[in-house]
């Protein structure tokens, strides 16, 4: 895969360990893992510009090597609803992240296609040190956060291991749909899966992937945050 293969060689010949959000998600569309649409702005009417063409509402994020957990620092506005909320955002990510990382070097601002809540689940590669990679599958948040509620397979996972991980989450009923809430594309999460795995063996560069979190819809699934980390 083209993209990728620069995108790794290039940050690993600057002596990066993670990719920016930006590089992660160029890498994921290659691997056919749906994300978000994104552009990066260098300056506030940029953003704007970028944000009346991918369409309102938008999402802005700091893109900086130097920051992995963007919320932490304050580098991410959702929801924003029109030209005046993007300038107001990208002032405000500025000052919180330069309060918070004064030396940080910033690449730019993402502007983001806002995805409409959903249920959430993680996808996520590790490095096993005996078994090399694995994958990680689970719900969003406090499933994951609070309950440990995660799956793991060895690399590579093949279509019914795939459709297992996610089958055998205690969350999984969730997926099922409830009340008011229709069922997940179970589909859609299996192909990430699968590609994702694909991706990881390819490259045995990449220590950690971390997709997360990605929304699950009725029809298909798109991925919010894309981390890699390597070696
Ligand atoms: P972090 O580096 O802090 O993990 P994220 O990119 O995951 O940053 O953004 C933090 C949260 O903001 C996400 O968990 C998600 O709830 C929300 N979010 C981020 N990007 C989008 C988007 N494009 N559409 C909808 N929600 C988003
Ligand atoms: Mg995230």
Do not use: W
């Amino acid at each position: 895969m083209k993209m990728t293969n620069q995108l790794l060689s290039q940050a690993s010949k600057e002596g990066r360990k993670s990719l920016l959000e930006t590089e992660a998600k160029v890498i994921c569309a290659e691997y056919g893992i749906p994300v978000t649409k994104f552009e990066l702005a260098k300056t506030e009417d940029e953003a704007v510009e970028l944000a009346e063409k991918i369409g309102f509402p938008v999402v802005l994020k700091i893109v900086s090597p130097g920051i992995v957990h963007k919320s932490d620092v304050g580098g991410v506005a959702v929801g924003l609803k029109d030209a005046k909320s993007v300038r107001e955002a990208f002032k405000q990510i500025l000052a919180s992240v330069k309060k918070h990382n004064p030396r940080a070097s910033i690449v730019g601002m993402l502007v983001q296609e806002m995805a409409p809540a959903s249920t959430e689940v993680i996808v996520g590669a590790i490095k096993d040190l005996q078994f090399g990679p694995a994958l990680m599958f689970g719900l969003g948040g406090i499933f994951v956060e609070v309950l440990k509620d995660v799956t793991f397979r060895i690399a590579p996972v093949s279509e019914d291991e795939a459709r297992e991980m996610i089958t055998e989450v205690r969350a999984y009923p969730l997926l099922r749909g409830y009340r008011n809430v229709p069922p997940a594309d179970v589909d859609a999460i299996v192909k990430i899966i699968l590609n994702t795995s694909k991706l990881v063996v390819e490259h045995p560069e990449i220590k950690e992937l971390d997709l997360n979190p990605i929304m699950v819809y009725k029809k298909g699934a798109k991925t919010v945050d894309a981390r890699i980390i390597l070696e």
